[in-house]
């Protein structure tokens, strides 16, 4: 290589190494500081997609597990009320058999019957103040709505909680159907077709009516005993799915983790590598400078 004044080359490449090395370094650092591998596009474009998708799966999971335990919450909530009135119905049982003997007197129907009568007025009680998040929970239907973020991972539990007062008590011969998703719907589960039994005209005043009115009481504990039922079996249907949904978040969590974390015994030794490969190439452009000395000495 020839001697110049005019450019010297050896330290402009030298230069140039040094301000890659320093670009490297600087991304080594940043890696070590965030505890991200990944904090730009230009770190990893792939890389930061699927982290990205990802997160917003992690953000729908996790939200989808709060959706369920409110869902689980309020099927709680129906299924403490309902105990309640089987207690009810099985005083009213007490009664409608005692008014079912011919030994009372018509007083003693009359004080039956009204026992019997705030029982019913009780229930339609229960059915209209029992609330939750403000809201009624009997004589509605509730989406409990699950998502990993995706059509696909998408899912609606439709929760039936049945009317309840003393002209319509429990839910007797529903059933519960899956439909699978189509096009743009979400696969649903949903429950129909229950029947409910009717005390609002029964009375304990006389005999026979009493008689009725017990057919009618333990058709009512059968029906409220269904109704029960279903709700349980939604409360352990949902507790599986939060179960799913929090395993899924926590796989996720791992895939993201895996893609996106720095591995520090990787970064440590490129920052050292990189360090002695600056102070190199330092140390080459100072040699390189040196060069031009030579010219000098040639004039003198």
Do not use: C, W
């Not at 591995?263 to 040699?287: D, R």
């Amino acid at each position: 290589m020839s001697l110049s004044l005019l450019a010297n080359m050896s330290a402009l490449e030298g230069i140039n190494n040094l301000n890659r090395l320093s670009a490297r370094m600087g991304s080594t650092l940043e890696q070590l500081a965030s505890g991200s591998r990944i904090n730009s596009a230009a770190d990893d474009a792939a890389g930061m997609s699927m982290v990205n998708a990802m997160n917003a799966n992690v953000a729908s999971l996790s939200q989808s597990v709060i959706n369920t335990q409110e869902s689980m919450s309020m099927l709680r909530v129906a299924d403490g009320a309902l105990s309640q009135v089987t207690g009810l119905l099985t005083r009213a049982v007490t009664l409608a058999t005692e008014s079912s003997n011919g030994t009372l007197t018509s007083g003693q129907h009359t004080a039956a019957d009204q026992e019997y009568q705030s029982i019913l007025a009780e229930i339609t009680n229960i059915g209209h103040t029992t609330t939750f998040n403000q809201q009624a929970v009997f004589g509605r239907t509730v989406d409990n709505f699950t998502s990993d973020g995706s059509l696909l991972g998408s899912f609606i539990d439709s929760l039936t909680f049945s009317s309840l007062s003393s002209a319509q008590v429990g839910s007797n011969g529903g059933a519960v159907a899956y439909t699978a998703a189509v096009g743009s719907t979400p696969g649903t589960l949903a429950y129909s077709g229950g029947s409910a039994v009717d005390l609002s005209g029964t009375s304990l005043t006389t005999a026979a009516g009493a008689a009725i009115a017990l057919t009618g009481i333990n058709s009512a504990i059968s029906a409220v005993s269904s109704q029960d039922g279903y709700l349980g079996a939604q409360i352990n249907t949902l507790s599986a799915q939060s179960t799913v949904l929090s395993t899924q978040e926590e796989n996720t969590l791992a895939a993201v983790n895996s893609i996106q974390a720095t591995n520090y015994g990787t970064a440590t030794s490129a920052l050292a590598m990189e360090q002695v490969q600056m102070q190199m190439a330092i140390a080459a452009i100072a040699q390189a400078n040196s060069m031009n000395q030579e010219v000098v000495k040639l004039l003198q």
